[in-house]
């Protein structure tokens, strides 16, 4: 099987291609459109600022070829992010695959960014096949995708917003799985099996 990681600036590459070393995955790291749209599977990670992560994207032409892309690919954390349709983090246009705004948390009373663990409920599609509800994985974000008919999992961190969604090919969590143990290497694991 045939992986390939988003090559981009914005990044958890190095963790993600290690997680997938564990479950005896090679995965190609690329920026190569050709690469891209040949391959199995493609995980598009990120850690960063979303505007500064879109103008890479569009100057390297990689916000056109993530939008045709017809193997299952998986978002994770501003990869998540970056698959909406607009975030409010530096007012940014996002690739528009998912029909949801990006908002950013607001509350007195927890600290933003949310980093650590937390649990996610509602576990619904493939991606969660025996992942037990209310599971615990690891999370770094000052931003979240809202609610919607395409979300597969929840967490809530002061509001109840999307851990996880499942749009056609594309699927994306906001949480890391690289870094969510146990938990996260079986969501990792169901992915490859799409």
Request: with cysteine; aromatic share 10%.
């Amino acid at each position: 099987m045939k992986i390939a990681i988003v090559k981009y600036n914005a990044g958890n590459i190095e963790s993600v291609k290690n997680a997938l070393n564990r479950l005896g995955i090679e995965p190609t790291v690329s920026d190569n459109a050709e690469i891209l749209t040949t391959v199995d599977k493609v995980i598009f990670p990120g850690v960063g600022e979303a505007s500064t992560a879109m103008n890479y994207l569009r100057e390297r032409g990689l916000d056109k070829v993530i939008k045709t892309l017809k193997q299952p690919v998986l978002g994770i954390c501003l990869g998540m992010q970056l698959l909406c349709e607009y975030s409010f983090e530096n007012d940014t246009n996002c690739l528009n695959i998912l029909p949801y705004k990006v908002c950013k948390f607001t509350s007195d009373n927890l600290k933003v960014p949310q980093i650590g663990w937390n649990n996610i409920k509602n576990l619904q599609g493939k991606l969660f096949n025996g992942i037990s509800e209310d599971s615990y994985v690891y999370f770094v974000h000052g931003f979240y995708v809202e609610n919607g008919k395409e979300t597969i999992a929840n967490c809530n961190y002061g509001i109840e917003y999307s851990a996880a969604v499942e749009h056609k090919n594309f699927y994306a969590v906001q949480f890391h799985p690289e870094k969510s143990g146990e938990v996260g290497a079986k969501i990792l694991e169901n992915f490859l099996r799409i």
